[in-house]
Each structure stands twice: as structure tokens, then as C-alpha cells.
């Protein structure tokens, strides 16, 4: 099932001006309408503990991904929803699993799972969970990958894991749809995107078109290698976005990101700014290198007029381009 994907929104921040604790759900809800109303078909959160430090402070405040995203379920109608990416460090895998499956029913079939290595040292030690060196992540992670496929799309499935495993597992009531794309997050070429190929339905890579375009090219090799069509696999990038209605206003939300803490020129020149006649050729860019989708954050979010912008801009760009279905 190829994960059905064209304009995405992430929201990796819970900080938003003027809005408190109570406060925080019903404009979060707002945001993911607005979203659905103006042409996005997916809505992703982070899947951290603390804040990572390309976001804010590690004390800024970070929802539960799951649990947001389920709430987040009834409020919309639309939009597919899921974490972008789920760190395999987390959770044992049959029950992350079990609570997509929860997801994809609460939400009328529109969950897909999104898997990553983990990466977050520091989050690990906050918590109290280890932190394995790199190969163990990546066998974890293709634990994940086959169990949760298995639970998806098999009646009582037992798989053999290298670290997690399986035997006779029920998993009901089954996936709306008779299945939940998985997504996978990283731009590592020999492990990452291999992995991609093995078992993916969508990957999710970071980077400017020229590194996109590269990209690519490495997943079509893993999928020769391993007899896959590489039409199968609906092909993601994240990214930043700054617009405005304007070019000036478009110029000073570029100001105010160069200003961030560790913004580096090399960072800033992946972001897609400018008015929206600007933002569309850079977003056509991305998808001429190979694309099918682009998931966007936006320093703005909580800026509902922003949101709506965004997604008149890119939705029928993406769209016209026939991405996934």
C-alpha cells in the first residue's frame, strides 16, 4: 500500500504565543482543521519526550505523539495522521503495533506508522531508557518493521526477531483498510533507504534537490537489489517552511529563522521562503527531483491564516503532479 501522502504538516512545537495549558488541544485542533480545510491530507507530530534542539529549549513542552494524534482523530475528518518518525527505542514493538491499529480504527482508517532508528541520547538518559549503539537501533528496527507488517496484514502471526519477537499475536480488530503504510525516516544510504526498500511503503529524507535527486537514485538501486518496484514506495521529504502573502513579509520571516539559535546559511538555503509564486517554484523543484510529497513545518503554525496559505499555495502543485494515492 503505498502510504497516501501528497502535502503534509508537521507540528514539531507546542509553544505557541499567548496559548496556555488549557488552551493548547483546542488551538492544536484548529490548526489540524485548517490544515484539512486548505489542502493538506496528512498531519504529523514529532514522536520526542523533550524538545530537540533545532526546535527550542528541551524544557519547551512536548505532547505524547500517540495520544495527541488520537485525540486529534476526532476532531478531524480527513487527513491522514501519524508520527514522523517513531523512535523503535520507545516502545516494544507489537504494542506500538497494537496502538496504530487503535489509531487507524479511531480514526476510520487514516493512521500510518512512521519508524525510525532513534537518534536522542539525551532523551533516552532523561527517561530511563537505553540507548543502544547504532547497530543494535537498526536491528531493532527491523524487528519493528517485520512484526508490525506482519500484525497488519496477517490473521495470528509469529515472527522471529533478532531482539523482539512475536508468536501467534492477535491484532483485533484489523486495520481499516487491511493495512498501515509504514514510513520510514532517515537518509542513511546503506541501512536506512536499504531498509526503505525492504519493507517501506513511503521514506521520508531530508535535504536540498540536488541531495533529494541523489537520494532517490540510492532507493532505486536497494530496490533492484531486492526485486522491488520502486513505484511502490511513495517518496517524502521534510522540510521548513517560511511564506508570506508578500515578498517584504515573506523577507522577515526569513530574518527572524537566520536569527535562530544554530541556524547555519547551509540550514536555512533547504527552507522553502518566499511569497507564494516563490514558494511554489522551489516546491516544484523538490518534486522534480524525484518526489512524490512534501511535509512541511512552519515556525507559524499557530498562525491559522499561515496554515491556510501554505496549503492553497502547494495543494493543487502537488496534486496537478499526481503524487500518491
Not at 23 to 36: G, H, K, N, P, V
Not at 95 to 113: E, M, Q
Not at 189 to 214: I, P, S
Not at 247 to 255: G, P
Amino acid at each position: 500500500m503505498r502510504a497516501p501522502i501528497r502535502l503534509g504538516l508537521q507540528l514539531p512545537n507546542f509553544n505557541f504565543p499567548g496559548v496556555g495549558e488549557r488552551e493548547l488541544f483546542e488551538r492544536l485542533s484548529d490548526i489540524a482543521q485548517a490544515a484539512e480545510r486548505s489542502g493538506f491530507d496528512s498531519l504529523f507530530v514529532m514522536d520526542h519526550l523533550h524538545q530537540i534542539g533545532t526546535v527550542g529549549p528541551p524544557q519547551n513542552w512536548m505532547l505524547e505523539g500517540n495520544t495527541i494524534l488520537a485525540a486529534l482523530a476526532g476532531r478531524t475528518q480527513r487527513v491522514n495522521l501519524g508520527l514522523l518518525v517513531g523512535g523503535v527505542t520507545y516502545r516494544n514493538p507489537a504494542l506500538l503495533a497494537k496502538i496504530t491499529t487503535t489509531l487507524d480504527v479511531v480514526s476510520g482508517g487514516r493512521a500510518i506508522l512512521g519508524l525510525g532508528a532513534a537518534w536522542f541520547e539525551g532523551e533516552h538518559e532523561a527517561y530511563g531508557f537505553r540507548f543502544p549503539p547504532l547497530r543494535e537501533r537498526f536491528e531493532r528496527l527491523e524487528d519493528a518493521l517485520r512484526i508490525a507488517r506482519a500484525m497488519f496484514t496477517e490473521e495470528q502471526p509469529t515472527v522471529e526477531g533478532t531482539h523482539h519477537s512475536v508468536r501467534e499475536v492477535f491484532n483485533n480488530p484489523r486495520p481499516i483498510r487491511g493495512h498501515i503504510p509504514i514510513m520510514i525516516g532517515g537518509s542513511g544510504e546503506r541501512k536506512t533507504l536499504r531498509f526503505v526498500a525492504m519493507y517501506a511503503d513511503a521514506c521520508n529524507v531530508f535535504g536540498d534537490a540536488e541531495r533529494v535527486r541523489h537520494l532517490m537514485g540510492v532507493i532505486d538501486r536497494h530496490c533492484e537489489d531486492v526485486g522491488r518496484d520502486p513505484s511502490e514506495i511513495t517518496r517524502t521529504r521534510l522540510g521548513t517552511i517560511a511564506i508570506g502573502a508578500t515578498a517584504h513579509e515573506a523577507e522577515r520571516k526569513r530574518e527572524f529563522l537566520a536569527r535562530l539559535p544554530g541556524m547555519t546559511p547551509e540550514r536555512l538555503a533547504t527552507f522553502l521562503i518566499g511569497e507564494p509564486e516563490a514558494v511554489r517554484e522551489q516546491a516544484a523543484g523538490l518534486l522534480d527531483a524525484g518526489l512524490d510529497a512534501l511535509i512541511l513545518n512552519a515556525p507559524d503554525a499557530h498562525d491559522l491564516e499561515t496554515v491556510a496559505l501554505i496549503g492553497d499555495t502547494l495543494g493543487p502543485l502537488v496534486a496537478e503532479r499526481g503524487a500518491a494515492v
